[in-house]
Every structure is written in C-alpha cells, then in structure tokens.
C-alpha cells in the first residue's frame, strides 16, 4: 500500500538528539514515506545528528547555524542538487543565553533579546525565503515549534516568550504571503517535554510537573504526539489549514487556574 508522503521530500531544523521534537516530526515523516534532510547547529552536533540519520533511509546531514545566512543558503543549494524539489519544512529551533531565562524579564540584554530574536523567530523567514523556490506548485507546508509562553506569562521563560510571540505572527505573515502560491505555514504550541533547551530554562522540572497535575488530560504530552501533528500538517489531511497555531499540549491552553 502507498504511504501518505512517498515521493514526497522535506527538511527538518533541530534535531540535537533523541529526545528532540525536530526528532519527534522526523520520525513521523519518514514512516509516513517522506525522504528528509537534517541541518546540525555546529560540529558538536554533527555525529550525533548523523548517527541518528542513518535511522531514515535516503537522508541526507548539512551544516546550519541560521545566524550565518550563507550556511541557510548551502543547505537550499544541496537539496536542489539531492531531491530537486521540497515538500515540507520543519522548522525547531530556539535559542536564549541560560542567565535570560530566569529572575525578571526586564533585565534582559539588547544582546541576548536580540540573539533569541534572531535564532527563534527571524530564522523562520530567513529559511522560508530560500525555501519557497524548491516548493512551487507541490502544495508544501512549513511547520514550526511555539509554545504557551507566546501568549501568557510563563515564569522564567522570559526573553523566549517574546520570540515565540514574533514567531506566531511571522507564521501569519508568512500564511497569507504563501497562500496564493499554495504553500501553508502553521505552528504547533507544545506542552513542555524534557529536552536539551528545555533544560536551560530554570525550574523546568517544577513547572512539568505542575502543568501535568492542571492540564484536563493529567498528563504532558510526548515528542511522538507533536511529531504526529507536524505530519498532519504536512500532509493533505490538513491541506485546509494556514496561518494557524495548534496546541499540543493535553488541553492546557484551555484552563483559566
Ligand atoms: P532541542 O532538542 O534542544 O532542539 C533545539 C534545537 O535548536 C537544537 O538542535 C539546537 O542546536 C538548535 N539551535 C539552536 N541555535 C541554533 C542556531 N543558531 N542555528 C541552528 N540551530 C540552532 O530542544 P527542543 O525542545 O526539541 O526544541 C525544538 C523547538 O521546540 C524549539 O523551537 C522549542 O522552543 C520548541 N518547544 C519546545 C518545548 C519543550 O518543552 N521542549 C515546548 C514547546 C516548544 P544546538 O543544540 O546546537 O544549539
């Protein structure tokens, strides 16, 4: 039987390790049938990213740190020369300095806002640009990763929660730009899940605990629930949807206390 995206191709940003979402949407992707290419932050990262690219047949691992646009630019070149076209993106990728992620927000640095900025929500049209050539008339969707901390005060959070808040309207922006040519751009807001960055923010282990006793479900949600979306927002089962932010996140989003 033909799986839902074969002969379908996409590229996914984030992936760090298992524990990953960018991990998460992959794993999904690629048993829905898609063939995926992988971007790594820096040489730290790159063993890691292929040793667990060798789990998707027909990957393909590049280098990308989107504060450097001619690394974005590299990526784009390769996945013309490998797949010739793109179905979707999956963007995952957030970044803040540790001492910006606690005490009160209004110590924050113009540096580090403008680091957060820049890495969290900016990359997602710098990639989107360069992206939507490989895309014409295929119907792609780009996917990206936010959070609750967009809209409502998250403690510590702080600096990110801004950038999640410009990464929701640039998936707005961005909808209604893409829409005439057929490309959709939506977000998934995750409940928090224990991951590398998440680690980064302090009492992250207080307030998963907390937000699992008062979401209606009783329970935080896994990386395989919000890759399971981004493959429903890839494929044609939501070819109606743009523009929009998904909670993933055991109905939290709904509770008033
Ligand atoms: P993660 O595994 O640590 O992934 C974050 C990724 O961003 C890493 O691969 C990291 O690479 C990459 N990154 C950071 N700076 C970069 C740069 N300059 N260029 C390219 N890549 C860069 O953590 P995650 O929790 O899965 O995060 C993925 C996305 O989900 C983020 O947008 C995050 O805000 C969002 N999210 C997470 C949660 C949660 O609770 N975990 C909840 C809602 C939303 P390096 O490790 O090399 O820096």
Redesign the pocket.
Known sequence: MEQLLEGKTGVV?????K??????CARSLANAGMRLAF????E??ESSVKKLAEEVPGSIVLP????KPEEIDTVFESIKDEFGFLDTVV?????ARREELQGDFYHTSKDGYMLAL???AY?LTAITRRAMPLMEGREGSFV?????GADRVIPNYNV?GIA?SA?EASVRYLAADLGPRGIRVNA???????????SGVKD?NDM?DHIAAHTPMRRNVT?EE?GDTCLFLAGPHSRGITGSTIFVDAGFHIMGL
Do not use: Q
Request: glycine share 8%; net charge positive.
């Open positions: 940003f984030g992936v760090a390790n524990r990953s979402l960018a991990w998460g971007t790594y932050a820096g730290r990262l990308c740190d989107v504060t963007h995952a990728i957030a970044f820049e890495v969290s990359s990206t990763l936010s959070y609750i990110m999640k990464l998934i807001s995750a409940g928090p899940i224990r991951t590398l960055s998440a992250f998963i990386a919000v």
